[in-house]
């Protein structure tokens, strides 16, 4: 006569079924918690990138606004506007005698 061979995976099956639910919520529960842990460090090193790449932007901007103002203050200087203005407008400062000074009381 043949003995039946106990199938193995069957018993484990039930056997987590009857006697194993707590351990095995434990086990789902604990495997849930660490993915969520995964994920928020995940997300909070993408966050953490991002604003060091903004920050980098921002000083890219603020040096590229330093410049600009730099040479606004070298093309607006006095001596420059008066030369571009002999030199390409064909201008001159009027004689004393022709200047009239107007003021109001």
């Known amino acids: 006569m043949k003995t039946a061979k106990p199938n193995l995976a069957k018993i484990i099956f039930f056997d987590l079924i009857s006697v194993g639910r707590v351990p095995m919520l434990l086990l789902?529960?604990?495997?849930?918690?660490?993915?969520?842990?995964?994920?928020?460090?995940?997300?909070?090193?993408?966050?953490?990138?991002?604003?060091?790449?903004?920050?980098?932007?921002?000083?890219?901007?603020?040096?590229?606004?330093?410049?600009?103002?730099?040479?606004e203050t070298a093309l607006a200087e006095h001596s420059r506007v008066q030369a571009s203005a002999i030199k390409e407008l064909d201008m001159k400062r009027?004689?004393?005698d022709k200047e009239v000074v107007i003021s109001l009381k």
Do not use: C, Y
Request: aromatic fraction near 4%; hydrophobic fraction near 45%.
């Open 28 to 71: 789902i529960a604990i495997f849930a918690s660490a993915m969520g842990v995964v994920l928020t460090t995940h997300m909070s090193r993408q966050a953490i990138t991002q604003k060091d790449m903004a920050l980098v932007e921002r000083e890219q901007l603020d040096d590229e606004w330093r410049n600009l103002m730099l040479e």
């Open 94 to 96: 009027p004689d004393s």
